[in-house]
Structure formats: structure tokens, C-alpha cells
């Protein structure tokens, strides 16, 4: 029966890894599903419950930074209320209209017209609009490297 749990945490980690970039797919707590059902699984002999819980905090924490580096980015680079404001709007418009594209798409969109709408020169408005694209990237490695040590652990368990 062991098998089977290891085969279901395998499956939700890969699906996991591919979340981290699809728009619809919670990639860092599909990946966490799975260690928590292999641990469950194997009555905690092979993942202890220290060890999911603090994934589970991870897990929290990648949530909130995969909404907040986008914005974190954008103030970074002196990014006004405006275009914080229009890069909030535009990363949820932006999946809804661009699909997987509006990830990227949507907080750049929005923040250079937030900046923009704010009175700020073409100029300014772009550089907010690449602090949104950095904070985008740092948050999808940050949850690439959160699901790649999650299956770490599952590979260490298995021995």
C-alpha cells in the first residue's frame, strides 16, 4: 500500500511543479497535498509531523508572496498607490482574459496604466511596470525551489 501512497505524492508533487506556473493550479499546496497523504499514508514513519507542518507553514507563506511580489516589486521600483492598485487588477483580469499569459501580462498591463492614470511619464510608468515582472519571477522560483525541496524530502524518504 506504501507504493501506492509514494505514487500519489509523486503524481500531486509533478502536478505541483506545473501549478507553480499555470494560472489555475495551487502548485505549492498541491505539492504539499501529496507529502501530507504519503505521510498519512505511512503513519508518519516516513514524513514526520513536524516536517509537514512546517511545509504547511512554507505553503502559507508562498501563497501570500505569490499575490504580494508582484506588488513588493512594483513598490520597489517607486511604483505609485495607482500602480500598485492597477497591478493588483490587472494580475486578476489578466489571468481571466490572457489565461496563463495574464500572469505575466495583467501586473505589468496594470501597473503601467495605474502609472499612467497617475500622471507619471511613460518612462516611470515602464520601470514600475518591470518592478511587477521581477517581483512575478522572484515569486514563481521562490515556489519552483519550495516544490523541488518538497520533493527532496519525499526522495529521501523513500530510502
Do not use: H, N
Not at 14 to 41: D, E, R, S, T
Request: positive net charge; proline residues 3%.
Amino acid at each position: 500500500m506504501e507504493v501506492v501512497f509514494a505514487i500519489i505524492c509523486a503524481v500531486l508533487i509533478l502536478i505541483g511543479l506545473v501549478g507553480v506556473i499555470m494560472p489555475y493550479l495551487p502548485g505549492v499546496p498541491v505539492a504539499w497535498l501529496g507529502l501530507f497523504i504519503y505521510a498519512i499514508g505511512t503513519d508518519w514513519e516516513r514524513l514526520s509531523v513536524t516536517t509537514i507542518v512546517v511545509f504547511g507553514a512554507i505553503t502559507v507563506l508562498a501563497l501570500l508572496v505569490d499575490f504580494i511580489a508582484p506588488l513588493l516589486g512594483a513598490k520597489k521600483y517607486k511604483a505609485s498607490k495607482w500602480g500598485i492598485i492597477g497591478a493588483s487588477i490587472g494580475l486578476f483580469l489578466g489571468i481571466i482574459i490572457f489565461q496563463i499569459w495574464g500572469i505575466i501580462l495583467g501586473p505589468l498591463l496594470g501597473a503601467l496604466i495605474g502609472e499612467l492614470i497617475a500622471g507619471k511619464s511613460t518612462d516611470i510608468a515602464l520601470k514600475s511596470a518591470l518592478g511587477t515582472f521581477i517581483g512575478f519571477i522572484f515569486g514563481t522560483l521562490m515556489k519552483v525551489v519550495i516544490v523541488l525541496v518538497m520533493a527532496g524530502f519525499f526522495v529521501v524518504s523513500l530510502f
